[in-house]
């Protein structure tokens, strides 16, 4: 499974974009990019998955270059509610027995 | 509503007690998954399940042991449990199957497990 690298923590005000950029350099042709959040005393929670180019859903959007070798998760106009750990993995898909690898994540903390 | 449930939120135990936590999945999920997630770790894989008593070692099995009877019921055990495994501990479910959108995990709320 591929690793990736994704910074530990980040700052943000209310009302700002956040982007949080993921490095997956041995990435698979068949790889998918997926993106949990998790709460502070919750399980972490799938948020976005995505292939190649840009995928939207009422959470998130996702940014994949076509090298696909990074990923950038962007949050629009980031509330309190938002400051949470944000786990970036490396999805094999097809033929996979299920097994994810969740590395540290990045601590996002948005202040008022 | 899809749902992952554990036994305890809050569990505290004695220097090599036997320690049971159960997990729960309501969805006829074929992959159950058991983690610890301590600070600074990350979420680190115990063992996995892809199947009524199948069982594969995570990527830090030792002092641990796992159960699954029934499809729905994936049970943690810890033989004698000592203090560095004191933890939360997550159990999540997926489907199995080929498409990447069937690997999406569900979690359950975690265990926060002391051990004295």
């Known amino acids: 499974l591929a690793k990736t690298t994704q910074p530990i923590s980040m700052d943000s005000y209310e009302g700002q974009e956040v982007n949080i950029t993921c490095s997956h350099n041995?990435?698979?042709?068949?790889?998918?990019i997926t993106w949990y959040q998790q709460f502070p005393s919750q399980g972490p929670r799938f948020i976005i998955q995505g292939y190649k180019t840009k995928v939207t859903n009422e959470v998130a959007s996702l940014f994949i270059p076509a090298d696909r070798k990074s990923s950038t998760l962007s949050l629009p106009r980031v509330s309190l509610s938002d400051t949470a750990v944000y786990y970036c993995?490396?999805?094999?898909?097809?033929?996979?027995?299920?097994?994810?690898?969740f590395g540290q994540g990045t601590t996002l903390q948005v202040k008022p | 509503d899809v749902k992952v449930t554990q036994s305890s939120r809050y569990l505290v135990k004695r220097t090599g007690e036997k320690v049971f936590l159960e997990c729960v999945q309501d969805?006829?999920?074929?992959?159950m998954f058991w983690y610890r997630q301590d600070p600074g770790l990350g979420l680190r894989l115990i063992y996995f399940?892809?199947?009524?008593?199948?069982?594969e070692k995570g990527d830090i099995p030792e002092g641990y042991s796992v159960s699954r009877e029934k499809k729905e019921r994936f049970s943690l055990i810890l033989e004698s449990a000592s203090t560095n495994q004191t933890s939360m501990y997550l159990c999540a479910s997926s489907k199995l199957g080929g498409d990447p959108s069937y690997n999406e995990q569900f979690f359950g709320p975690g265990t926060r497990l002391t051990v004295l």
């Open positions: 969805m006829d999920h074929e992959n």
């Open positions: 993995l490396v999805d094999p898909g097809s033929g996979n027995t299920g097994k994810l690898i």
């Open positions: 041995n990435i698979a042709t068949n790889d998918y």
């Open positions: 399940s892809y199947d009524v008593k199948m069982k």
